[in-house]
Every structure is written in C-alpha cells, then in structure tokens.
C-alpha cells in the first residue's frame, strides 16, 4: 500500500504523462506510476542499491546527482518532474527547483514540515533533536541539511514567482489531522506541493 502522501502525489499525475523523478529510491512510486497511471517514467538516483531495486521492478533509471543539475534533459521534455522527500538533502534545494520547472511543464514536491509541533514540542521539552518515524536519524547522521516549514517553501515561492497549483498536508496523528488544514505550518507533518512557472 502507498504512503498517504505518494497517494495524493499519484492522484495529481494525468495519466499518460512522461515523469521524471528525482531521487526515486527503489522505484516504487514509479512502478505504481506506470502500473495505475500509464505513464512513461523515468527516475534518477544516486544510490546503487536503490538503482538495483528500480531495475527489478523495471523501472528507467538513470544514476545521477540531483545537485549536479539536469543539464542532460532539454527545456520541457517532462510533462512532470517529481521530487518526493528528498529536497531536504540537497544542497541547493532552489536550484533543483528551478531545473526542475525547466525541465517539466509542472513539478510536484513533498518534504517533512520541519515546523510541526511535535517537532517544537520536542526540542523545547528536550532540548535535542527529534528523532521520529517520519525522521528516524540521530542529528550526527542524518542526510536532511536543509530544515524547511511550511512557511519557508512558500515564501520561497513567492520569491521566485513560481504558482501553487495544488498543496495538501498530511498529518498522521489527532488532533493534528484535524487542524492541519486551519494551521498547516504547526500541525501538518508533511506537506506537498503541486507547482508551475
């Protein structure tokens, strides 16, 4: 069964579309993609055992740094381009945005809200950094660098004039699922974006 989040993310996905996706892990997003959707996808990733498992669902993947650019794929050669919770591990998060609406018509982005409440409740109770199901890792290995909220992607979208298509957040636990539509930035712990220039 599909995450809530890479749900919705397939829900926003025309079918018959051409996608790319950035930092596609073993693939499963893509295979279900091309299973449930009918698209002609194509993901890169930097991880070869993560290459290994795309192969073996027989998904396209091409092994490459996301931080390096897509300067291999022409102006609008996707109908999509899709980063799914791996924008928190670059380390120019806007640059890969930007190529990504070179490269794509549209693009669509999920990232952990750095700015839920769990996450303040945590640090201001504890003093350490939360270590949680969605962000199991110590502070010392952890491959997020950049702690984004809810409030910092859209300020970042403001500033660089790209439109919000769609967004949704999710949130696993009450009351937040119920108040993650009234206060995003506090009670959602992740948010997805739907994007175009």
């Not at 993310?9 to 893509?30: H, M, T």
């Not at 009918?38 to 192969?55: A, L, R, S, W």
């Not at 928190?88 to 750095?114: K, S, W, Y």
């Not at 700015?115 to 270590?131: E, H, K, S």
Request: with cysteine.
């Amino acid at each position: 069964m599909l995450r809530v989040d890479l749900d919705i993310v397939r829900r926003w996905i025309a079918p018959g579309s051409r996608v790319l996706d950035l930092g596609c892990g073993d693939g499963e997003l893509l295979r279900v993609l091309m299973d449930s959707r009918g698209v002609e996808g194509y993901g890169i990733e930097i991880d070869p055992e993560k290459i290994t498992h795309c192969v073996a669902r027989g998904v396209n993947v091409i092994e490459a740094d996301v931080d390096q650019g897509l300067t291999d794929f022409p102006d609008k050669s996707f109908d999509t381009v899709l980063m799914a919770n791996s924008m928190q591990v670059l380390r120019r998060p806007d640059h890969a945005i930007a190529e990504m609406l070179r490269v794509g018509q549209e693009c669509i982005v999920t990232f952990p809200n750095f700015g839920n409440i769990r996450t303040r409740l945590f640090l201001a109770a504890w003093g350490r950094m939360p270590v949680t199901r969605q962000l199991p890792y110590q502070w010392y290995d952890t491959p997020n660098i950049h702690f984004c909220t809810v409030q910092d992607f859209e300020a970042l979208c403001r500033e660089r004039s790209i439109r919000v298509l769609h967004r949704e957040f999710v949130a696993e636990q009450f009351p937040d699922r119920l108040l993650k539509g009234v206060w995003s930035n506090l009670f959602s712990a992740t948010a997805i974006y739907h994007l175009a220039k």
